[in-house]
């Protein structure tokens, strides 16, 4: 019992340090819009390779999923309204949750509207998780820095 006890938390170790150790399969580009005289539009773009995924902004499911948070450092300007996505998602029940949960298979982009002038230099992080049927890596936090035009 002991021996079996011993590999599989070896199994899982092992298990866990390919997720943390596993290229990340998103590829994500910053830019920004314009929308009118002073309102701009920062669009976070990310395509993910086949066999992954990434959580909607409200992914349901249990409360354990981790969805995108993109957070805007004090600047000369001011966010307007919220955060907004746009894609294809699907539903689906994972394995041993009852709610299901909403996800882009492919891709997405999540946009948020600023009030700012022109040339104004926006900063901050993402944090997003990505998931495949077997696992799901460590959340990763980026920076971005985009230029309004």
Known sequence: ?????????????????????????????????????????????????????????????DGSLIPPSFHFNTGKYTLVEGLGEQGISVQAVLGGIKDPAYFYPSGAMFTQSISAKKGTVITGTYTYQLCSNTLCMAPKTKPFKVKLP
């Open 1 to 61: 019992m002991k021996h079996l006890l011993l590999i599989l938390c070896a199994a899982l170790i092992g298990f866990q340090g390919n997720a943390e150790n596993q290229k990340d399969p998103s590829h994500w580009r910053v830019i920004a819009t314009k929308l009118d005289k002073s309102t701009y539009r920062v669009e976070f773009h990310v395509d993910i390779d086949k066999g992954w995924h990434i959580w909607t902004l409200n992914p349901g499911g």
